[in-house]
């Protein structure tokens, strides 16, 4: 009989995050101890077979002060493609976890709980998934929701939600920028005001309800620091000493609060042995593999400079990584998240020259050397997919020296639209891409410019692209063949 061991739900969460054929990764968040305080936060994690009300496993992991309250733990030796449920809690001690009762055996009353599924093999044939970006905030408009009205940037995720649960496959939710505006309706500077925004955001019920469920994939873009970030704000000796300052601290403030709630149920997050270290990250680019497909992750935000020569999206370090993972499968399905766009460029100057130079295309130098090298190496059936534009479309990108060499960019964005979206006649759809020799666009269409998501679909050799709207209306569907 178990014990009955009284627990807390999450109060963020919980987030199915990285998982293979035999891993997960799951996190949650837990509180402050009330006052007197001086107790500290734990979470608590059961892992159970389908259909089973015996835990098969079970663990305890700290949730930190500095942290947020937030943590991940990871279960390992699970059966592929194999659906699993799970209960998660928090609850308060003021022992050390070896002094607590072993979690398997009890009965959590009060906890969170879902179910996920996990991966196919590696090389296993079938592959479908979701992206998109840019949740984008209507100010006010959470205050509204307590007197009844719906939430509108959480809608789309209810119907993300109603296609799992209606059997329609779906291997992963990827979330390829702005999970939050820090800088709307006002800037956030500080680590506290960086996690309000967080547990706001991640707390909308249709979006944490579909987390719990899908093995969830993120990374960063420029609003979940400041508006078109890049590294001159803090290193550009033209600016005053105490701007520089201010935007480091800025900078610090966001890049921790994004490691506690988007990081560290990623696959950026190393494990180690040292007890406490629940942050071991060294890079904020990661890889990771679901069934046919490869995935690279880049990082645009924290190694970019405008002012370095050439300008740099990312470092040398970084490209390299790139490059050897190219190499690794030339032939094999490969996605590139690019939280902004390779290409399309969009038809901006003057005074709106920095929007357009905040994408790929202000930085022509290292995007023309990467487009050399894929062609060069015959890197083929590689799509790159992209945001922070706030519309959707695809595009197809040639060489004209080599024929056989084809590129695709798809663009997902956004989850909630705002006002005001571009016109599709702002983008450079047709003729050779700005500024590099050799590649030419070809061929693009789907253009939306309301809130919605794009559902990816693989059956060899073909990728099947559908862009649905918020409420589930498909307004756009092609087929892909990536080998000709």
């Not at 509108?152 to 496959?169: A, H, S």
């Not at 390829?176 to 800088?183: F, R």
């Not at 709307?184 to 309000?196: G, S």
């Amino acid at each position: 009989m178990a014990l009955v061991f009284p627990v807390k739900p999450v109060t963020v969460g919980p987030i199915v995050g990285h998982t293979t054929d035999t891993t997960v990764r799951l996190w949650g968040r837990g509180e402050a101890a009330p006052p007197p305080g001086g107790q500290r936060c734990y979470g608590v994690a059961q892992l159970l077979e389908a259909g089973s009300t015996t835990p098969a496993q079970a663990s305890y992991f700290k949730l930190l002060p500095e942290d947020d309250y937030t943590g991940s733990v990871d279960f390992s030796g699970l059966e592929p493609g194999k659906p699993y449920a799970y209960r998660m809690g928090y609850f308060y001690a003021d022992v050390e976890p070896n002094l607590l009762l072993p979690p398997v055996g009890l009965e959590l009353q009060g906890a969170s709980a879902s179910v996920f599924r996990t991966a196919s093999p590696p090389g296993s044939a079938e592959l479908s998934f979701v992206f998109g970006s840019c949740r984008h905030p209507v100010p006010g408009l959470e205050r509204l929701v307590n007197v009844g009205l719906p939430e509108r940037g959480d809608r789309v995720f209810r119907t993300i939600l109603d296609q799992v649960e209606g059997g329609r496959p779906t291997d992963l939710l990827l979330m390829v920028g702005d999970q939050i505006y820090s800088d709307i309706p006002t800037q956030n500077r500080t680590f506290t005001e960086y996690c309000a925004n967080y547990r706001s955001s991640f707390a909308q019920p249709n979006l944490r309800g579909l987390m719990s469920r899908l093995p969830t994939y993120m990374v960063l873009d420029d609003h979940e620091i400041a508006n078109n970030w890049s590294m001159d704000q803090v290193y550009d000796p033209a600016l005053p000493i105490d701007q520089r300052a201010a935007n480091r601290s800025l900078f610090e403030a966001a890049l921790s609060a994004y490691r506690c709630y988007q990081v560290v149920h990623g696959p950026a997050l190393e494990r180690t042995d040292e007890p406490g270290r629940t942050n071991a990250i060294t890079r904020y680019w990661y890889t990771f593999q679901k069934g046919p497909a490869r995935f690279f992750v880049m990082d645009l935000r924290t190694e970019r400079f405008h002012r370095a020569r050439p300008p740099e999206m990312i470092s040398g370090v970084q490209l390299e990584a790139l490059h050897e993972w190219l190499k690794a499968d030339l032939g094999g399905l490969k996605f590139v998240v690019s939280s902004v766009p390779l290409f399309p460029d969009m038809k901006l100057a003057n005074w709106a020259a920095f929007e357009r130079d905040d994408k790929w295309a202000g930085f022509q130098l290292q995007r023309q050397k990467l487009l050399d090298f894929m062609r060069d190496a015959g890197v083929r059936r590689t799509v790159f997919l992209s945001g922070d534009v706030h519309c959707s479309l695809w595009s197809e990108l040639k060489s004209t020296s080599r024929p056989d060499f084809r590129l695709y960019s798809i663009i997902s964005s956004a989850f909630s639209a705002p006002a005001f979206s571009p016109p599709g006649f702002f983008f450079e759809t047709k003729g050779i891409l700005d500024g590099q020799t050799d590649y030419v666009l070809t061929r693009h269409d789907g253009y939306t410019a309301v809130s919605n998501f794009i559902r990816l679909s693989w059956s060899e050799p073909t990728l099947q692209v559908e862009i649905f709207d918020r409420k589930g209306q498909r307004l756009h569907e092609v087929s892909l063949n990536l080998d000709g």
